[in-house]
């Protein structure tokens, strides 16, 4: 395939085939279905709430979305039942037609503990799986448990449910992007393009960090975004050590600054980092850009079916060599991270795990690859990000915002 991944407009219309809901739903349904069946449990029950949109289709504000209250049963041969927060329950009957509104619950355990486990609730929800489970047929099949708070794990074995891991099967399955998937991950990282080039026209002295995650945040929800998780701006003597958030610190002339946007369109999410200099670059800051670049499209130039995520962290530095005492401390630095749903899934690619248990490159994984060089000043340094998608000729990439030069923005 040659020419630009497709980004179509956002909207449902008659003249381009664009993503197709119904095919998206069903296949990730499909996927989770195969790795319930290809395993020992008799279900799933899921709390991590990437992998409850990946079963039900679903999804409520993130405020409500990580309590630990919102949960679904997938069982071999059944119907997804889903347990969510009062309202949204009734909200899914009307509005989810690919769900039973039989099998549509309001739920609450308890607001991560907010509400005691001696109120019962987690007792309650307990005894009605477990009857679930023996009217399936599945009475004594163990139970795949994604994430789960420890009282409803200890309520469980009381119960006499068997509880194993099954986020190992789950992210298996989401490793593979359908492309519908695809589609959506270009489409989210073309909104960031668009930012970015927002970014470099604003970004000159006197600015502070914290307006430019504003004016990202902005034309994110502006353009459709349904989620901006984070964005790090990141600038002067606060890019080494990388901190990883940002500040109200006034950008300077003659700044290296540094953000990533972190966000979702319809669930899918970006990890998009882009250096810049202020006004002007010092040799010292354009030498840590060029080494970061020259990483990273070494780690790109591996990126194929077949290759294992060994492979590509050893293109890159030792922490040693960049000014970390072991792989732990420079850990997320020179990084791999499979995107989707979630901003980390598989395949995981460090010099930290991926030497000792690397994985296999296949057609249909996206990741994102981060590079990060500090600057022989001290406190500088560039930080690059590319996010891939693998394919049967190579790697194709989806941010397309220019990086492979340092970019002055606003330059004296």
């Known amino acids: 395939m040659t020419g630009p991944l497709p980004a179509p407009g956002h909207m449902g219309v008659d003249y381009e085939q664009r993503v197709d809901f119904p095919r998206l739903r069903d296949y990730r349904l499909s996927r989770a279905r195969a790795a319930l069946e290809s395993g020992e449990c008799g279900a799933f029950l899921l709390f991590d709430f990437y992998n409850i949109r990946y079963v039900t289709q679903t999804w409520i504000g993130g405020a409500l979305g990580d309590k630990m209250t919102r949960y679904a049963l997938l069982t071999r041969g059944g119907p997804v039942r889903l347990w969510d927060f009062g309202s ?122 914290n307006e430019i995650v504003a004016l990202a945040s902005k034309r994110l929800y502006e353009m459709g975004s349904d989620q901006v998780e984070a964005i790090n701006a990141v600038s002067g003597e606060r890019c080494n050590p990388h901190p990883h958030n940002f500040s109200d610190r006034l950008i300077r002339p003659g700044d290296q600054a540094f953000f990533d946007i972190i966000h979702s369109f319809n669930g899918y999410r970006t990890c998009y980092y882009r250096t810049f200099g202020v006004g002007s670059a010092t040799a010292s800051q354009r030498d840590a850009y060029v080494k970061a670049r020259e990483w990273m499209d070494a780690s790109i130039a591996m990126i194929k079916p077949g290759v294992g995520t060994d492979q590509v962290a050893a293109v890159w530095p030792e922490a040693t060599a960049f000014g970390f005492e072991d792989e732990m401390a420079a850990f997320g630095l020179q990084f791999g991270h499979g995107l989707g749903l ?71």
């Not at 990741?367 to 930080?383: H, K, M, V, W």
Request: glycine fraction near 8%.
């Open 88 to 209: 949204a329950a009734r909200h899914h009957r009307l509005y989810s037609p690919w769900l039973d509104p039989a099998d549509c619950h309001a739920g609450m355990l308890g607001l991560r503990g907010a509400i005691a486990p001696t109120a019962g609730l987690m007792t309650d929800a307990v005894r009605r799986l477990a009857g679930l489970l023996a009217d399936a047929g599945l009475a004594g099949e163990p139970v795949g448990v994604d994430i789960v708070e420890p009282p409803f794990l200890f309520e469980m074995q009381r119960q006499g449910l068997r509880v194993v891991d099954c986020q190992q099967q789950m992210l298996d399955a989401r490793v593979i992007k359908s492309p519908d998937e695809i589609m959506l991950l270009t489409q989210a990282a073309a909104m960031v393009d668009g930012v970015y080039q927002n970014i470099v026209e604003a970004l000159k002295p006197g600015v502070r960090e």
């Open 342 to 412: 979630g901003l980390h899934e598989r395949p995981i690619i460090s010099r930290l795990n991926s030497m000792r248990e690397p994985v296999e490159l296949k057609v249909g994984m996206v990741f994102a690859l981060e590079t990060y060089c500090p600057a022989s000043d001290g406190f500088s340094a560039a930080r690059i990000e590319e996010e891939v998608v693998v394919t049967g000729e190579g790697c194709r990439v989806l941010t397309l915002f220019p990086a492979q030069e340092l970019v002055v923005a606003n330059p004296y």
